[in-house]
């Protein structure tokens, strides 16, 4: 029986069949094949859900940057079976595997690329970029937000509700107010189009450079959001072990530096202070998603036990929400729930990504 994927993939860039097809991925939420026409190599990503417009947020953003050379480049769709089909990258590791491995010297040139390509995604977004996505978007998924951090920290709010039935810790009368409000306090609304979910295992390292892919949660949204994963790090990830404080430091400048002659704000003191707010955001958000799976019981990111398990991750974000400058409704909270878990579950610390990690630390 022929496969309505690979059907529907080869029509939606010409042609009658592929001369190849293998298997990557058949997870949940995606199919992944990559297959081959002659000389040509494709990847074709099947949906198998539409939770979150995924599919319309993908396409919307490949078209918009079209031409960017750290994006993959986007050459069929089909909205019937939904797929996306683009060029093969070929077999190269991710900014992942460097911080999973031994090398401290491979870990920090990989995030370096990551860096840079975050900086150079930023700096291609300008009006029609802008447009572009939105239009798309609007056509495939109408009535659709561009920007999802507002449902996102309304989604939070609730769970935190939640959360205070389940540790008997009342939220202050002010934190839902102050966290709904929380990018308001951007003293610049300086935003992009940015992939939404820019973990270290979705790119490609080639050499020097870092090629990005999976935008399934694109959106437009300001500018520190991104820049924030490298300091709570990569909060929406797997893979979070804490990256060294200097390694941290040195992307944001690299960032700054690369973007600035595009961006001019992003050297500003306006700009650390919005950096400080994502930051913040992201440590709360996330905390909202996993702590309460955790409660009971410590819990791996999609079971994976290559990762650090919950517990310290959501410690060390609290902890950190505590420590930035912000609303002291949001940090006095930060606060009191990281002791309020202390208490319950103790405190394992959030260790080093194993690329920097001396060999006689041990992983909690």
């Known amino acids: 029986m022929s496969d309505p994927l690979i059907a529907a993939a080869a029509a939606a860039i010409g042609l009658d069949a592929f001369d190849d097809v293998s298997e990557i991925l058949h997870g949940d939420r995606s199919r992944v094949l ?11 990503k099947g949906y198998l859900t539409d939770e979150g417009d995924t599919r319309a947020r993908e396409t919307a953003a490949l078209r918009a940057l079209d031409g960017l050379d750290v994006v993959s480049d986007l050459v069929g769709t089909s909205a019937d079976p939904p797929l996306i089909v683009v060029r093969d990258l070929g077999e190269h590791p991710n900014v992942a595997d460097a911080v999973l491995g031994r090398d401290p010297g491979v870990a920090d040139r990989a995030v370096d690329a990551w860096t840079d390509a975050i900086a150079d995604m930023h700096a291609t977004t300008d009006e029609g970029v802008l447009d572009s996505f939105a239009t798309h978007l609007a056509s495939m998924a109408p009535h659709r937000a561009t920007h999802g951090v507002p449902g996102a920290l309304e989604w939070s709010v609730g769970k935190y509700d939640e959360l205070a039935a389940a540790i008997d810790l009342p939220v202050p009368a002010g934190f839902a107010d102050e966290l709904l409000a929380l990018p308001d306090r951007f003293r610049r609304n300086e935003v992009v189009l940015t992939a939404g979910d820019c973990c270290p295992d979705n790119n490609a390292l080639m050499g020097d450079r870092a090629v990005l892919y999976d935008f ?47 961006i001019p704000y992003v050297a500003t003191d306006d700009f650390l202070h919005d950096l400080d707010v994502a930051t913040v955001g ?9 702590i309460p799976p955790a409660l009971d019981e410590d819990t791996f990111q999609g079971g994976d036990e290559d990762a650090p398990s919950t517990r310290p991750k959501m410690l060390h974000r609290l902890w950190l929400a505590g420590q930035l400058p912000a609303d002291p409704e949001l940090t006095s909270y930060a606060r009191a729930l990281h002791r309020a878990l202390v208490r319950r579950w103790g405190d394992p610390a959030l260790v080093l990504a194993p690329a920097w990690r001396d060999d006689d630390i041990a992983i909690p």
């Not at 990559?34 to 074709?44: E, F, K, L, P, T």
């Not at 992201?282 to 996993?290: E, G, R």
């Open 282 to 290: 992201w440590c709360l958000m996330s905390a909202s998603w996993w």
């Open 34 to 44: 990559r297959v081959r026409a002659g000389d040509a190599s494709y990847i074709v």
């Open 216 to 262: 399934e949660f694109a959106e437009i949204r300001h500018v520190a959001w991104d820049v924030a994963y490298l300091r709570v790090p990569w909060p929406t990830c797997w893979c979070a072990w804490r990256l060294p404080d200097a390694v941290a430091a040195r992307g944001v400048a690299r960032y700054r530096e690369r973007l600035a002659p595009r």
